[in-house]
């Protein structure tokens, strides 16, 4: 059984950093398509960042330069670093693992909330 555990949220001033865990077991993340997704109050899930199998990533507009995915294969695990927070990043951030373009599993979510 899948299952996708994510840490590392909370509550960031404006400028600050946080980085994300995500804790894979069931599958082995270095093949799947890994993302982090986000949802804030009132909006719709956005995909943030992707990582594919063969390290390609990929970014929504409003991250680029400031967020960083990565993976650690041995330890099986996914990562969001989050530099030069905005309140506008404020979310619930799930992780998410899929093959090619079809997400099968999602984490819980962990929320990150940045003040002005």
């Known amino acids: 059984q899948v299952q996708l555990v994510e840490f590392g949220g909370g509550l960031v001033q404006a400028g600050g950093f946080l980085r994300l865990s995500c804790a894979a077991s069931?599958?082995?993340?270095?093949?799947?398509?890994m993302h982090w997704y986000r949802q804030a109050p009132g909006k719709e899930r956005e995909l943030v960042a992707t990582i594919r199998s063969g390290g390609y990533t990929y970014y929504v507009d409003s991250v680029k330069g400031r967020f960083t995915i990565s993976r650690d294969n041995a330890k099986n695990t996914l990562y969001l670093q989050m530099n030069s927070l905005k309140p506008e990043d404020t979310a619930m951030y799930y992780c998410?693992?899929?093959?090619?373009?079809?997400?099968?599993?999602w984490g819980q979510g962990t929320l990150v909330t940045v003040s002005s």
């Open positions: 069931g599958l082995t993340l270095s093949r799947y398509r």
């Open positions: 998410a693992a899929g093959l090619l373009s079809t997400v099968s599993d």
